[in-house]
Each structure stands twice: as structure tokens, then as C-alpha cells.
């Protein structure tokens, strides 16, 4: 299933740092090549597209503006490519994947700081039925990863038919977008389970006879590199800037935990100490001009500030900003990290590598440290001492109170003033999250979050959901500790 075809044509990468000057010496190379090469620019937002096209002197650039509301932009980028036309054509990476292979030949490919070549969805589905046609129709040449038969790899069938089908295909987004999965097998073998766990890849061995060039920060960290590392040669560009001093040498770090490393359910279990850094942040950079980010699922916000997405990538509209703040966690799900580890054999320290710690290094790298000339110091705020150690040795720990173990308060003696009672759940109460357990086996957050919010749940106490909390935050520790 990795990679079963012979490789002809490598893949090139350019390797080298954020604000170098990538796009821009790639857009140098297109627009010196006059009409005798044919390119094509991919990049990750429609902003940075219509911002790099002002850079090339022969180009059109198709996104969801520039189509009429009767068209697709597919259909619209397969129109261009079959007209014959020399233009330097400037799309999204999802636009690009849906190119039928046969239309890229004789073009140049430039996927520009895109590195996330996998997806991971669960679908909440019990149907019988819809089983059926997701195991029988959509999928095919399925074969099983592990001894316990736990888990199956599959390819997308390429011959789909019926509008019934093809409607369903089309809301299984992860399904259409992609040519590669891996699934809980015991979706299609229990009848009572009712969540299908897919993660999901582009399958790059069939653009293999295209000429595509690759352009990242450390794009030998990304997961797509470090799955595949026999379709990869690296290379190089002329006239990429070089730093006056050394980016380590220009960050000031704080963090607020030496003890825990950020996640979601760590987020969900302790509003109160999330909220204290918060009310830190907005204390200390009131008045100032920094921007920030945090996950989409967070309730709490800073005042100040511009926020901007953990993914932003390519802008240079921050670069005079010298201060920034990382509230997000992006690591993988336990069962994302089973089944990608299962498919690149890498382990899911890695995974958080790639996924996390590379996404924080471009996200500093949006502020004053992004220009090479400059020698001034950015600060940067994070959670956890493990990602203020990847950016720099130049950090700082503020204590905040959020290594503090409250569970220690629990065993103090009978006179104590202090005293906290521990909160037992009900035990028919605690039967219904021993049912959920039994039937999510992967433990997921957004599994567990519906379920909580669910009608099942609707009685329950504030200090009962809290307690169905310690039992997932319990359960979620003795899986990582095996």
C-alpha cells in the first residue's frame, strides 16, 4: 500500500526558512522563462495566491472569486489547462488534487509550503446500509495492517456510479478527497458500533511522471517526507536570504508549564488555570501590538491583539510585529496516531513533530523574526516548556499556578478548614460512560464531547460532567501509559 509502483521521476524540495524568499525566487524562475515553460503555483490560501500573483508578469489564478456562481472551480481550472494557454496558472492545494493526472502533463508544478498530504475524520454512522456501501462500493482492494486484524487499508474505487452513491461519496469528504485510508475494521464487523475512524492520504506515485518541485520550512520534518523519503531529492534555489543571526539568537520564549504538555482535554479538564494565563496575557500586553492564536474549539479569547490562524502561512503582513502567543495544540488523536504510524512507520511523537511543533515554528515566524536583516528580539508566549525548548535555549518559566496539583489537596487531615470531598458519580450514571468506552475503544475527544453533550447526558450535573471528565482524562493516561 506505501508505495507500490516503481518511481521513475523523483519529487524535488527546497528545504530552507520561512521568509527566505522561496516564492519569490520561484517567481523570478517563471517569469524569466518567458512562454517557453508552462507553470503551475499551488499554494494553501486564496489570500497568498492573489498575493503572489501580483509577483508573476503572465499568470490567472482561479479560487472561488474569480468563477461564476454557476461554475465550478474545477471545472473552470480543467477548461484552462485543455485551452492551449501559456499563462502561469495559480491554484489552492485542494483544487490541484482534483486535476485529473493526465492534464498536468508538459506543466511545471510548484506546490508551494504545502506539507499536510493526510486528513483524519470520524464518522458517527450505524447504518447497516451506509456500511455497506462504504465497505462494498466506496473502497476497494482492502487488506488487513495488523495481527488482530484491528485495522484496514484501503483505495478509493475509482468506479463509483449512481447519483445515490456518488451523493454519499460527496458527503464523505475524506473519502472523495483522497486515494488512501486506513479504518477500524470493527466498524464493518460489529453491528452495534457505530463510529468509523478514517485517516486518509494523497497517494503522490501517481504524479510520478510530472515535474513537481516541493517548497517548505524543514520539509524534512513533514510527514509526507518522512513516509516517503525514496520520491524525494533535495534541491536548491539561487538567491535565497541568509540570516544575520541566528533565529535561536533572536527569540525570547515564556511558558507556563513545565509538567503538562498541551492538549485539548487538558484544555477541557482545567478552564480555570487555561483562563489564568488568559487573564496574564491581557494584563501584561495591554497596550501592545502582537498578534496570536488558539484552537477554533476554545471558548476563551485574549482583548487585544490580532488572532490569526495556527496555520497562516507565507504572509509577511506581521513581520513588524515583535511580540506573538501560541494557545493551540494540534497534536494527533490516539487512534490518528495509531494509524499513521501504522501507514509512514512512524512513531506518534513524530506525528506531533510534524503536525504541532512545525505549525508553531512557521507561526513565529510571521512576526519581526521573519526578517533576515533585522537583528531585534521577538518575544513569544506558549503553554509548555517542550515547545518553548524547540524554538530556542533563550527561555523563561512564569509560574502561574498551572503545575500546581489540586489532586494533592484530597488527603488532608479531618480539622482541615480546606477539606475537599471527592465527588463520586452515580453508578447508573457511571455505566453510561463505561457503554461509550466499550463502544469508542480510540477514545476520541469529539466522540467523548458529543456524547456528553448528548440527551443521554442532558441530567447531568455541572459536577457530574465533571466527573465524566476524570473518567476520560483517567482512561485517555492508562492508554498512553501501555
Given amino acids: 500500500m506505501i508505495n507500490p509502483t516503481p518511481i521513475y521521476n523523483k519529487f524535488k524540495y527546497v528545504s530552507a526558512e520561512c521568509g527566505s524568499g522561496k516564492t519569490r525566487a520561484v517567481c523570478k524562475i517563471i517569469n524569466e522563462s518567458g512562454s517557453t515553460e508552462k507553470y503551475i503555483l499551488v499554494q494553501n490560501t486564496q489570500e497568498l495566491i492573489k498575493q503572489t500573483a501580483r509577483q ?17 472551480v474545477i471545472s473552470s481550472v480543467i477548461d484552462f489547462l485543455s485551452s492551449g494557454s501559456n499563462k502561469t496558472l495559480l491554484i489552492t492545494d ?51 495492517l ?46 452495534e458500533k457505530e463510529q468509523l475512524n478514517i485517516t486518509a492520504w494523497k497517494d503522490l506515485n501517481k504524479y510520478k511522471d510530472v515535474s513537481i518541485t516541493f517548497l517548505g520550512a524543514n520539509f524534512e520534518n513533514s510527514l509526507i517526507y518522512k513516509g516517503n523519503k525514496e520520491l524525494f531529492e533535495s534541491t536548491e534555489l539561487e538567491g535565497l536570504l541568509t540570516r544575520k543571526t541566528a533565529l535561536k539568537n533572536r527569540l525570547k520564549v515564556y511558558y507556563f508549564s513545565k509538567k503538562f504538555k498541551l492538549s485539548r482535554t487538558w484544555k477541557n479538564n482545567n478552564p480555570d488555570k487555561v483562563q489564568k494565563i488568559y487573564d496574564f496575557l491581557d494584563a501584561r500586553l495591554n497596550g501592545q501590538d502582537f498578534y496570536w492564536t488558539k484552537n477554533k474549539s476554545d471558548s476563551q479569547s485574549l482583548k487585544n491583539g490580532t488572532e490569526i490562524s495556527p496555520d497562516a502561512r507565507g504572509f509577511n503582513k506581521y513581520q513588524h510585529l515583535m511580540t506573538c502567543v501560541w494557545l493551540a495544540c494540534m497534536r494527533p488523536s490516539e487512534t490518528e496516531a495509531k494509524q499513521c504510524e501504522l501507514f509512514f512507520r512512524i512513531d506518534g511523537e513524530a506525528i506531533h513533530l510534524a503536525r504541532e511543533y512545525e505549525s508553531l ?21 506558549v503553554f509548555d516548556e517542550w515547545q518553548a525548548s524547540y524554538l530556542t535555549d533563550n527561555i523563561e518559566y512564569i509560574d502561574l499556578g498551572i503545575d500546581d496539583d489540586e489532586q494533592g489537596q484530597r488527603g488532608r487531615p479531618q480539622g482541615s478548614m480546606n ?8 453508578d447508573t450514571k457511571a ?37 465524566m471528565w476524570d473518567k476520560y482524562e483517567n482512561e485517555v493516561q492508562k492508554t498512553r501509559k501501555k
Fill in 419 to 426: 477539606k475537599e470531598k471527592r465527588f463520586t458519580l452515580a
Fill in 431 to 467: 455505566k453510561r460512560f463505561r457503554r461509550w468506552k466499550g463502544s469508542n475503544p480510540g477514545l476520541e475527544l469529539e466522540a467523548f464531547r458529543a456524547f456528553l453533550a448528548s440527551a443521554t447526558n442532558a441530567d447531568l450535573s455541572t459536577e457530574e460532567k465533571k466527573a
Fill in 146 to 191: 495488523d495481527d488482530r486484524n484491528m485495522y484496514i487499508a484501503a483505495e478509493r474505487n475509482p468506479e463509483v456510479q449512481g447519483d445515490v452513491v456518488k451523493n454519499i461519496l460527496n458527503q464523505l469528504s475524506v473519502l472523495n478527497d483522497n486515494d488512501l485510508f486506513i479504518m477500524n475494521n470493527e466498524y464493518f464487523t460489529d453491528t
Fill in 361 to 381: 515554528h512557521q507561526f513565529v515566524l510571521r512576526g519581526i523574526s521573519r526578517n533576515f536583516d533585522s537583528t531585534e528580539t521577538q518575544t513569544v508566549y
Fill in 94 to 144: 485542494k483544487t490541484f488534487f482534483k486535476i485529473p493526472r493526465e492534464l498536468l502533463s508538459n506543466w511545471n508544478v510548484y506546490i508551494d509550503d504545502v506539507t499536510n498530504f493526510h486528513s483524519f475524520q470520524n464518522v458517527n454512522e450505524g447504518s447497516s446500509e451506509i456500511k455497506n456501501v462504504i465497505r462494498n462500493v466506496l473502497i476497494h482492494k482492502v487488506q488487513s
Fill in 56 to 72: 508573476i508578469n503572465n499568470c490567472e489564478y482561479i479560487i472561488t472569486d474569480t468563477v461564476p456562481k454557476d461554475e465550478s
